[in-house]
């Protein structure tokens, strides 16, 4: 018997396969990752002379082009394993302030646009090589290009990058993943506007979720900030989203805590909006691991998933800006 299949599904059967082996053995394995454990460096190319240059200084391609389906320059990522000096944490920006905070905390900068070559916003890349207790190495890298690979990420322990590598270009979803030595919780959470107090995040050993909750809605910049753990008794293990007064009260009575900023703040004046907050809890629950937030609404249903939760309270409730969801994923 002949089992004929369309070319769409034979795509999504071997993203589907891809996805399974990824998560199962790790990326593709090569001589060169033998080397080391950590990734210790990071590169980006612009064009087929930069990629050789790379290659030869023994760095390893993620081969999936960043600028997938905007017409821009073939931008690739590369990394390096090594046995010292990891990185630890990586953040992206998508306008200048969010790098003042990284650049007073001692973050490296990857000088080349993700987005060069098309109108999307101009974004790049920072990393940083932490020892404090709330930095864990990262060993491998992911990028992804498909909604339905994502929520299996989450699922097995993949921290997601907020900003999308093609963010206004209108081309494809591409996010950016890290694995790390060990599992990690998150042990706190809160929120901020307009890049206040910034440097003293990075310095205490936050990560910021790079998407803006305002995003559309002409208020301030506001960004979700977490830390991380690798006792799971220190976790957080449950997350809320308030957009009305019943919320807080009952979110109050329930023993939650609430982030006092409000992730749509500046946005509400003359538009009749909501205001939002983020609560959380530590409890007897399953401790939270990966924190993000969806811009991609198309992508919601793909994150049903075992493990993989989305708080279905926009977080631009009550104004014109674009429909975020927050995620998280718990073990």
Not at 11 to 21: A, G, I, N, S
Not at 300 to 328: C, D
């Amino acid at each position: 018997m002949c089992l004929w299949f369309k070319e769409e599904e034979m795509e999504t059967m071997k993203t589907l396969l891809k996805v399974y082996l990824l998560l199962l053995i790790g990326p593709p394995f090569t001589l060169e990752q033998s080397v080391g454990q950590y990734i210790t460096e990071l590169q980006v190319s612009l064009d087929e002379a930069e990629e050789t240059y790379l290659s030869s200084q023994g760095f390893i391609k993620i081969d999936v082009e960043l600028n997938k389906g905007a017409e821009g320059k073939y931008i690739y990522l590369w990394y390096k394993k090594g046995s010292s000096s990891p990185i630890t944490r990586i953040q992206l920006t998508f306008n200048h302030g969010m790098s003042r905070g990284l650049i007073t905390a001692g973050y490296q900068k990857i000088n080349k646009n993700l987005n060069a070559g098309t109108s999307g916003d101009y974004i790049y890349l920072w990393y940083y090589r932490g020892n404090s207790e709330y930095d864990v190495p990262i060993v491998n890298l992911h990028v992804s290009i498909e909604a339905r690979e994502e929520a299996q990420m989450f699922a097995f322990g993949w921290e997601r990058l907020a900003c999308d590598l093609n963010r206004k270009a209108r081309g494809k979803w591409i996010y950016l993943w890290v694995k790390r030595e060990r599992p990690t919780y998150i042990c706190d959470i809160t929120a901020n506007a307009d890049y206040d107090g910034d440097a003293d995040y990075f310095q205490n050993g936050y990560i910021r979720v790079d998407e803006d909750t305002n995003r559309g809605a002409g208020g301030s910049f506001v960004f979700i900030w977490y830390r991380q753990t690798t006792n799971s008794q220190r976790a957080i293990t449950e997350l809320k989203i308030s957009t009305d007064d019943i919320d807080e009260i009952l979110f109050q009575y329930m023993g939650f805590t609430r982030v006092t900023t409000d992730v749509c703040e500046g946005s509400h004046k003359g538009a009749g909006g909501s205001y939002v907050y983020l609560w959380y809890k530590k409890d007897s629950g399953l401790p939270i691991r990966a924190v993000s937030v969806i811009v991609n609404t198309a992508a919601v249903e793909q994150y049903r998933y075992p493990r993989v939760f989305i708080r279905q309270n926009n977080l631009n409730s009550g104004n014109k800006g674009n429909t975020l969801y927050l995620t998280f994923s718990s073990f």
